[in-house]
């Protein structure tokens, strides 16, 4: 099943900080603006394809990156 997720973080120091995670290890991302419609948290969200969660996932709980919510949404 294809789809993507969304990860809201509490600030923009974490989706920063996720940011950084992602590209050092070439993982394929979007920081996006975070849709009204789910979160009115920092503004910022991560953007990635749904296979890559449970990796994602992993990463920023080995590198304290504290996140709010993942959100799924299917194609």
Known sequence: MN???LITFKSITYA???EKLMKSNNIEFKL???P???SASCGMC???DMDKKDIILELCD???IIYEKTYEFYN
């Open 62 to 64: 080995k590198n304290n």
């Open 3 to 5: 789809g993507y997720c």
């Open 32 to 34: 996006i603006p975070v």
């Open 36 to 38: 009204r419609s789910i």
């Open 16 to 18: 920063m900080q996720f």
């Open 46 to 48: 991560g953007k990635f």
